[in-house]
T-cell receptor, first 113, second 113 residues
Framework: DTAVSQTPKYLVTQMGNDKSIKCEQN?????MYWYKQDSKKFLKIMFSYNNKELIINETVPNRFSPKSPDKAHLNLHINSLELGDSAVYFC????????????FGAGTRLSVL | AQSVTQPDIHITVSEGASLELRCNYSYGATPYLFWYVQSPGQGLQLLLKYFSGDTLVQGIKGFEAEFKRSQSSFNLRKPSVHWSDAAEYFC???????????FGTGTRLQVFP
């Protein structure tokens, strides 16, 4: 059973389109995250949600909108995709009082053409 | 501002040789410290973590890391590298009382037979 699962694994789309990436965790964790990994492998946090409430928003363009329907899911919707959005997006989750230990999904490789 | 530096972008070792990957952090207090490994096309897997106590921590796959407060370092070591250790290694800081992880830029490890 995959603990943190993301879909799709690959996403190829045109500039200007709107797309969503889904994330689900079956670990019972309260906190979920989205990270962006650029072409140089640099990983940077975008958002975190705790029990459906936005906790961290790291000055990400408002074209990016996370949505958490319940604490097991954190989806990422991106409007008006730009070339610079091409990256690998990772979802992660962490348990309460877990000392920042985060469990990562396998990533979604987004290519904007 | 908190930051993590991994001075070595790329390291090549022979199988069976020892390994040390360097990590330095900048933070006002002792943070939570982590090493993650990313195999090609995969998500990040936690190798080990340091919260407090014994400064030498053991992780999975035979890895260990030593926290040195005086040097603000948390270097990762393995006495004998296996070909399957070839991957990207990320050091991360989890500032106390926040949920986010701040990652270094990663060190790519190549292992030659």
């Amino acid at each position: 059973d995959t603990a943190v699962s993301q879909t799709p694994k690959y996403l190829v789309t045109q500039m200007g389109n709107d797309k969503s990436i889904k994330c689900e965790q079956n670990l019972g964790h309260d906190t979920m995250y989205w990270y962006k990994q650029d072409s140089k492998k640099f990983l940077k946090i975008m958002f975190s949600y705790n029990n459906k409430e936005l906790i961290i928003n790291e000055t990400v363009p408002n074209r990016f909108s996370p949505k958490s329907p319940d604490k097991a899911h954190l989806n990422l919707h991106i409007n008006s995709l730009e070339l610079g959005d091409s990256a690998v997006y990772f979802c992660a989750s962490s348990p309460p009082l877990g000392g920042n230990i985060q469990y990562f999904g396998a990533g979604t490789r987004l290519s904007v053409l | 501002a908190q930051s993590v530096t991994q001075p070595d972008i790329h390291i090549t070792v022979s199988e069976g040789a020892s390994l040390e990957l360097r990590c330095n952090y900048s933070y006002g207090a002792t943070p939570y410290l982590f090493w993650y490994v990313q195999s090609p096309g995969q998500g990040l897997q936690l190798l080990l973590k340091y919260f407090s106590g014994d400064t030498l921590v053991q992780g999975i796959k035979g890895f260990e890391a030593e926290f040195k407060r005086s040097q603000s370092s948390f270097n990762l070591r393995k006495p004998s590298v296996h070909w399957s250790d070839a991957a990207e290694y990320f050091c991360a800081v989890g500032p106390y009382n926040t949920d986010k992880l701040i990652f270094g830029t990663g060190t790519r490890l190549q292992v030659f037979p």
